[in-house]
Antibody, heavy 122, light 109 residues
Framework: QVQLQESGPGLVKPSQTLSLTCTVSGGSISSGGYYWSWIRQHPGKGLEWIGYIYYSGSTYYNPSLKSRVTISVDTSKNQFSLKLSSVTAADTAVYYC??????????????WGQGTLVTVSS | SSELTQDPAVSVALGQTVRITCQGDSLRSYYASWYQQKPGQAPVLVIYGKNNRPSGIPDRFSGSSSGNTASLTITGAQAEDEADYYCNSRDSSGNHHVVFGGGTKLTVL
């Protein structure tokens, strides 16, 4: 059974960089066909896709966040990470890591982490 | 880029059938997937592809699609189905992006 677990600071100061890591267990992050994603949810709001990294290292980001986002992968640790720079209070949200799979049924997020609340405040 | 539009809220009487819809141009190219999210919990995949349910999802959940509209149907809604439901697909603009609908709050009366 694949499991994803987010980790990182729950409190970040304005203008600093938010850094989160997602540890994947029960499967290899290097396997093809999977897109390792970060998704966030502002309090009381809907889901917002941040970006993903493919096992090959290719990355794609939400245009609204692209200038501040970096997603990277560490295959030796079976982890992928999110860095969001120059944060403001508007970046306060629950951050989820998730695995998107592609097969004959299309694309879908089959596994999610439990989510981690990150608050931006001084 | 593409957008997916959902009704903000829908209600259904206990045991009745409810349809939650999702509209967007990307649905002409990609299947929608559907997620259930209960308060304080991560989203859970309930429908993907043409009409596939992951293991453990009750068969009262089903999916369909026509043109630019995808639908999630719950036949015989139960109290535990009260939740937020999100649709999702890939952007059809060729930019490899992911899109989510704004979510539908389902109330079971």
């Amino acid at each position: 059974q694949v499991q994803l677990q987010e980790s990182g600071p729950g409190l970040v100061k304005p203008s600093q960089t938010l850094s989160l890591t997602c540890t994947v267990s029960g499967g290899s992050i290097s396997s093809g066909g999977y897109y390792w994603s970060w998704i966030r949810q502002h309090p009381g709001k809907g889901l917002e896709w941040i970006g993903y990294i493919y096992y090959s290292g290719s990355t794609y980001y939400n245009p609204s966040l692209k200038s501040r986002v970096t997603i990277s992968v560490d295959t030796s640790k079976n982890q992928f990470s999110l860095k969001l720079s120059s944060v403001t209070a508007a970046d306060t949200a629950v951050y989820y890591c998730a695995r998107e799979y592609y097969d004959s049924s299309g694309y879908y997020f089959d596994y999610w982490g439990q989510g981690t609340l990150v608050t931006v405040s001084s | 880029s593409s957008e997916l539009t959902q009704d903000p809220a829908v209600s259904v009487a206990l045991g009745q059938t409810v349809r939650i819809t999702c509209q967007g141009d990307s649905l002409r190219s990609y299947y929608a997937s559907w997620y259930q999210q209960k308060p304080g919990q991560a989203p859970v995949l309930v429908i993907y592809g043409k009409n596939n349910r992951p293991s453990g999802i009750p068969d009262r959940f089903s999916g369909s699609s026509s043109g630019n509209t995808a639908s999630l149907t719950i036949t015989g809604a139960q109290a535990e189905d009260e939740a937020d439901y999100y649709c999702n697909s890939r952007d059809s603009s060729g930019n490899h992006h992911v899109v989510f609908g704004g979510g539908t709050k389902l109330t079971v009366l």
